[in-house]
């Protein structure tokens, strides 16, 4: 555990970037700081491994100050991934990778045996290996900077934007992957980001800054999302914090209907069946293809390019209430359409069926509150 005991960083010309910050960073969990810009995120990120010393207060590291042990000690116990990677242009991405083990002292076979092993963990193919940073996508790039950051598996992994710079789908899947790391190995994960999405989806606990690098509320995102403790917490959290907030619900709940869904070579009886006045066609593989008015569908002759679009379907149990509810949204009928792993329909869900899932949803949570304070 990393604790933070009225720690401050106050510079020569006197500017204070984090005043008198008391955290205490939970062991095997993914901390996030966030906040708006110049409230000492990345600061009290760096004074963690020394790489910015504090002026006043204490951090300790598993209960050890970690003053007292040396920088280049206590570096090397810490993985460190930042905005772009940082990543050595000279070197391949395998000896990019094996840098912190060749420091410790491993031999050359064995500290890239560990790179080529760590590739792949991190979704890397092995191809890659002899290849140079620039060589690779900006995705691969901040996995190659995870990869390294975990080489030597250290207990602490210090993470400054490391995924600010890709586009918003590669962004999604490395935080994807992020998670399924944590869960195979349980660091301890100190993660700065400005954007509150991100920092609602990874982080186990969230620290939210104002500026001046002064404390405003360290909670779970459940928390955070449904209590802000002030107005400047829920300014920052916006508007839409009630949409942020469904994506802590899962969609295993939602219960849905096969009864509008036909095949591309549907019968007349088929149509006619459904009481319900859109209905989804998929293809031979059961995969959607679109939606229609049944008035406006003939058997033996159900030409996919008239049919209206599905927006984009969801995974139930994988995928939260709030992408169904934006599912639902996209979709010209108010239909989700839900999907298994290989893209197959498995039943469509109305706005309204999604809006008593978020309902019951919010009782459970409220029931569970309750069970809580009870003495």
Partial sequence: MIRMDSVTKRYPDGTVAVDRLSLEIPDRAITVLVGPSG??????????????EPSAGTILLDGEDIQRQPVTTLRRSM???IQNAG????????????????????????????????????GLDAGLAKRYPYQLSGGQQQRVGVARALAADPPVL???EPFSAVD??????????????????????VFVTHDIDEAVKIGTKVAVLRAGGRLAQFAPPAELLSDPADAFVEDFLGADRGIRRLSLFSSRSLELTTDPVIPLDATAEQIGAPDTPHLLVTDAEGRPLGWSERRELTAGDIRPGRLLPYGRPFVPGT???RAALDCAV????GWAVAVDADGRVTGVVS????????????????AEAEVEVAP
Avoid at 171 to 188: A, C, F, I, V
């Fill in 319 to 321: 995928d939260s209430l």
């Fill in 87 to 122: 990543l050595f242009q000279h070197r391949t991405i395998v000896d990019n990778i094996a840098t912190v083990p060749r420091m410790l002292g491993w031999g050359r076979q064995r500290a890239r045996a560990r790179a080529v092993e760590l590739m792949e963990r991190v």
């Fill in 79 to 81: 993985g460190y991934v």
């Fill in 351 to 366: 706005q309204q069926a999604i809006g008593a899932a978020i309902r019951a949803a919010h009782a459970e949570r409220r």
């Fill in 39 to 52: 409230c000492g995120k990345t600061t009290t990120l760096r004074m963690i491994n020394r790489m910015v």
């Fill in 168 to 189: 918003p789908v590669v962004r999604k899947g490395l935080q994807d992957e992020l998670l399924r790391l944590q869960d195979e190995l349980g660091k301890t994960i």
């Fill in 330 to 333: 996209l979709s010209p009928t």
């Fill in 158 to 160: 210090l993470m400054d």
